[in-house]
């Protein structure tokens, strides 16, 4: 059995490999980035004023809208959404691949 799997596991691993050769682009969804980000973001249950009291001023404010009440502070890396005076989440900044010359954009 031992030897079987072992020969299965080669097999797939030429097979998969003998027609690309070549670096593999990994797309993580937003949600997965937040999560492995090592920013240390504000945690949710936290206030509007404990959020500016460590992290300064937010370089934007959208306003709140809805019922019950969302609004999000803006930083450079990270947002923040606020259900009144409360963090509801944190979350990494997309990165805007547009202004990325790397990525092949126009």
């Known amino acids: 059995m031992k030897h079987w799997l072992v020969s299965s596991?080669?097999?797939?691993?030429?097979?998969?490999?003998a027609g690309t050769l070549g670096a593999q682009q990994i797309?993580?969804?937003?949600?997965?980035?937040?999560?492995?980000?090592?920013?240390?973001l504000p945690q949710r249950g936290q206030t509007k004023d404990q959020v500016a009291?460590?992290?300064g001023e937010?370089?934007?404010?959208?306003?709140?809208?809805?019922?019950?009440?969302?609004s999000v502070w803006e930083y450079k890396d990270f947002l923040v959404y606020f259900e009144g005076d409360?963090?509801?989440r944190a979350v990494v900044?997309?990165?805007?691949?547009?202004?990325n010359p790397e990525d092949g954009a126009p």
């Open 53 to 55: 009291e460590s992290r």
């Open 9 to 17: 596991v080669l097999a797939v691993l030429l097979l998969g490999s």
């Open 58 to 70: 937010p370089d934007t404010v959208q306003a709140a809208v809805g019922e019950p009440p969302i």
């Open 86 to 88: 409360w963090v509801l």
């Open 27 to 40: 797309m993580l969804p937003l949600g997965q980035q937040t999560e492995n980000s090592a920013l240390d």
């Open 93 to 99: 900044r997309h990165p805007d691949l547009t202004d």
